[in-house]
Structure formats: C-alpha cells, structure tokens
T-cell receptor, first 113, second 110 residues
C-alpha cells in the first residue's frame, strides 16, 4: 500500500458509542494531522503530531481524543459525540512539521445519530 | 473570522476553455499560498503553490497568480479538461498552520 490510508471509510454511531478512526501513512513522513470537514465549511485543523509529539491542539472538545503510537499511525478516539460532529474526518501527513505540502487520506465519513 | 474565502461555490466551463478560480484572504502574515484539488471519495491532493514574494507560478496547464495589494489569489487552468472537474481549495499559511477556503466545485463540460 502507498500513501495515506484511513479506516473505516464510513461510520455511523450513536451519541453514547465509543469508536476509533485509524490512519496509517506509508510515506515515511514525520508529521500527521487530523482535519474535520463539515458540509459547506473549510477544512478545520484539529490536531498535529510531529515525531509522535502533539504540537497543535486546535481547541477541540475533549470528546475527541487523538493518539499517535508511532510516526506511521494516528488514531482519533471518539466518545459521547453530538450530531453536529457529523462530518468528513481527514487524516494527512507531511515530510516534517511545519510543512505546507500535505498528503491526505480519503477520509472517514462520520454520522452521529 | 474566515481568513481565506472562495466566494464562488461552483464554476462551469467548456472543455478547452480557461478556468479561473478565485480566492481572497485577509491575513497579511500569510507567506505561502497553495491550491489543493479534491475528487469525490478521495482526499485533497496538492496541486500548486506560490510564495508571497512572487506574483506568478506556472506548472503545465496550471498557473497561480498572487496580487498581494488586493489580497487576492487565482488559479488558471488552460486548457480545461473534463478530468479537471473537482473541488478546488485554496489555502494560506504563515508557518505552522494551513488555513483553507471553503472550496469551489469546478465542472468542465465536454
């Protein structure tokens, strides 16, 4: 596999569920990102990890919890989400941080019921 | 405060003609600008960039123009092809964070 892979592609969850989004990059990059794209809105940066250390946390509610166990993997743990959290969640990586050239995965389309 | 705005949510162009996508920004600290392209069910992919010290950057059919005094960025695609149909996002950065616009859906009709 090459590039940035995200699983699952689609996720439907209830407000009381706990789920996790997974991202894996096969590019040898040192930085990984979570972005959120809501309908008709710009991509919003949620978290950035560089060399497995969190370097940006963009005022994201605590019901979103990131984890970066190594430079190739990134998780977003979800719990007690709200319907307004329904969005496309995109993972990205870059060679280093900061770096404006990002490589995105295909995203997880999340629906919270 | 939305620092990057793409005022046209959609644009339709005939194959072979020029596509011009526009972007306005408010943050004068941006030192680099980029365009990303996104196909349905795929993540955005980097297309072209320009440093704030330049006013033009060209890569094949794609040219980005920067007018710093007007805080305006545009992407020209010549000639447009049906495969260019996608959502185009402009973004600015002042170091550590990319700030994206809302995107413009370009449709190139055969």
């Amino acid at each position: 596999e090459t590039g940035v892979t995200q699983t699952p592609r689609h996720l439907v969850m209830g407000m009381t569920n706990k789920k996790s989004l997974k991202c894996e990059q096969h590019l040898g990059h040192n930085a990984m990102y979570w972005y959120k794209q809501s309908a008709k809105k710009p991509l919003e940066l949620m978290f950035v990890y560089s060399l497995e250390e969190r370097v940006e946390n963009n005022s994201v509610p605590s019901r979103f919890s990131p984890e970066c166990p190594n430079s190739s993997h990134l998780f977003l743990h979800l719990h007690t989400l709200q319907p307004e959290d329904s969005a496309l969640y995109l993972c990205a990586s870059s060679q280093d941080f900061p770096n404006e050239k990002l490589f995105f995965g295909s995203g997880t389309q999340l629906s919270v019921l | 405060d939305q620092q990057v705005k793409q005022n046209s949510p959609s644009l339709s162009v005939q194959e072979g003609r020029i596509s011009i996508l526009n972007c306005d920004y408010t943050n004068s600290m941006f030192d680099y600008f980029l365009w990303y392209k996104k196909y349905p069910a795929e993540g955005p992919t980097f297309l072209i960039s320009i440093s704030s010290i330049k006013d033009k950057n060209e890569d094949g059919r794609f040219t980005v123009f920067l007018n710093k005094s007007a805080k305006h960025l545009s992407l020209h695609i010549v000639p447009s092809q049906p495969g260019d149909s996608a959502v185009y996002f402009c973004a600015g950065t002042s170091g550590s964070r990319l700030t994206f616009g809302e995107g413009t859906q370009l449709t190139v009709n055969p």
